[in-house]
């Protein structure tokens, strides 16, 4: 399959985790299907990638290595700073282990769904219309 240029897509989601390279086949799913993924591996540069483009989702990681330390609530922060800016856009934290503590936080943050499970990641995109 050709790669699409910048221009002929039309939907971009910004995907936020420290270990990229564990999404790297999730991204190419993406690609292949028109989605245009911009990649942060922290929170800062997250924020700052938000600030300066218009995106259609965020898909974050819950736990980060964030100036050295680790943060158990990376996500939940990120989702937090983004929704005071915008309380429409998507939030996704995909995640290899979650718990019934961190479903309530991430929902009071604003997340629009807390997932481990790719098949529940592609449907909510699906439904959100990011991806046929």
């Known amino acids: 399959m050709a790669k699409k240029n910048l221009t002929e897509t039309n939907k971009f989601i910004l995907w936020?985790?420290?270990?990229?390279?564990?999404?790297?086949?999730?991204?190419?799913?993406l690609m292949e299907k028109g989605v245009t993924v911009v990649c942060a591996?922290?929170?800062?540069?997250?924020?700052?990638?938000?600030?300066?483009?218009?995106?259609?989702?965020?898909?974050?990681?819950?736990?980060?290595?964030?100036?050295?330390?680790?943060?158990?609530?990376?996500?939940?922060?990120?989702t937090q700073q983004i929704r005071n800016s915008n309380n429409h856009i998507p939030i996704f934290i995909?995640?290899?282990?979650?718990?019934?503590?961190?479903?309530?936080?991430?929902?009071?943050?604003?997340?629009?769904?807390i997932t481990t499970?790719?098949?529940?990641l592609d449907a909510a995109l699906k439904q959100h219309q990011l991806i046929a």
């Open 16 to 29: 936020v985790n420290d270990h990229l390279s564990m999404d790297e086949d999730r991204h190419r799913a």
């Open 41 to 78: 591996a922290s929170t800062e540069k997250a924020v700052d990638l938000f600030g300066r483009a218009r995106y259609d989702a965020v898909v974050t990681d819950l736990r980060r290595l964030e100036y050295g330390q680790k943060n158990d609530s990376a996500g939940i922060e990120l």
């Open 94 to 113: 995909y995640t290899i282990n979650i718990d019934s503590s961190v479903v309530e936080l991430a929902k009071r943050a604003g997340a629009t769904m």
């Open 117 to 120: 499970n790719p098949v529940e």
